[in-house]
């Protein structure tokens, strides 16, 4: 199990190439990878997209959804939710936190780009690595802005309506799947706010229902058999 000793940020990153032929980041040290070896942008487009960000959408008539990412990662989560607001024509305000922010050798060495759908928007990925954390980075109708703090004490003068967990897997960080974590997720959101994650755990799910969020069990994306959405 992971603590602070280990230390993220110095912990040796493998790239691999997952089933669909984008890349992610593996670290041994925790056997945890940033993405599903089954396929990194499937997976995210799947989870996150398709499955939060344009449920959300087809619930709500309001066409100005505010997004938070617990986890920005290589970017990827971003980056897909700018090219489908931008299709969907949407307002879009889209806030992450990294408490272990990716350096930009790490992200150039990745060539996630290179595996990334619309390449007329590329120069988004390129901006939302290269942009200080903190400040907004706005394109056409999305602002994004990236916070390098810990989800337990980053302070936000907001709620939101959708919510990314992208947390690693709780073999690896236990603590972010736990009620204190979140019970945070749940006081971020507004009512009919959603919650949406790749993990399927019970726990998880049993923890999500007590808090007193409605918790939908989904088929999960290839190679996962279920995925866990949760209703504020």
Request: proline fraction near 3%; charge should be negative.
């Given at each position: 199990m992971f603590n602070e000793s280990n230390g993220i940020l110095s912990m040796p990153k493998k790239i691999i190439k997952t089933g669909d032929g984008s890349p992610s980041l593996y670290i041994d040290q925790l056997n945890e990878t940033y993405h599903s070896k089954h396929g990194a942008i499937t997976e995210s487009d799947y989870v996150y997209i398709k499955k939060g960000f344009a449920?959300?959408?087809?619930?709500?008539?309001?066409?100005?959804?505010?997004?938070?990412?617990?986890?920005?990662?290589?970017?990827?989560?971003?980056?897909?939710?700018?090219?489908?607001?931008?299709?969907?024509?949407?307002?879009?305000?889209?806030?992450?936190?990294?408490?272990?922010?990716?350096?930009?050798?790490?992200?150039?060495?990745?060539?996630?780009?290179?595996?990334?759908?619309?390449?007329?928007?590329?120069?988004?990925?390129?901006?939302?690595?290269?942009?200080?954390?903190?400040?907004?980075?706005?394109?056409?109708?999305?602002?994004?802005?990236?916070?390098?703090?810990?989800?337990?004490?980053?302070?936000?003068?907001?709620?939101?309506?959708?919510?990314?967990?992208?947390?690693?897997?709780?073999?690896?960080?236990?603590?972010?799947?736990?009620?204190?974590?979140?019970?945070?997720c749940y006081d971020l959101l507004q009512p009919g706010g959603v919650w949406v994650s790749y993990c399927a755990k019970g726990s998880v799910r049993r923890c999500l229902e007590k808090i007193g969020f409605s918790v939908e069990r989904l088929e999960g994306p290839p190679g996962k058999r279920e995925m866990l959405r949760a209703i504020k």
């Open positions: 449920y959300w959408l087809d619930l709500n008539n309001q066409r100005a959804p505010r997004v938070f990412e617990m986890g920005l990662g290589t970017g990827l989560n971003a980056y897909l939710s700018y090219v489908f607001a931008l299709d969907r024509k949407v307002l879009c305000e889209y806030v992450s936190v990294e408490k272990y922010p990716l350096s930009i050798d790490e992200v150039q060495s990745l060539g996630m780009k290179d595996a990334l759908p619309s390449p007329e928007h590329h120069h988004f990925f390129d901006q939302l690595h290269e942009v200080d954390w903190g400040q907004n980075l706005s394109q056409s109708d999305f602002v994004f802005k990236k916070l390098e703090q810990d989800f337990f004490s980053v302070a936000l003068d907001q709620s939101f309506d959708i919510l990314f967990y992208d947390a690693f897997g709780y073999h690896a960080q236990s603590e972010m799947w736990q009620e204190k974590a979140l019970q945070k």
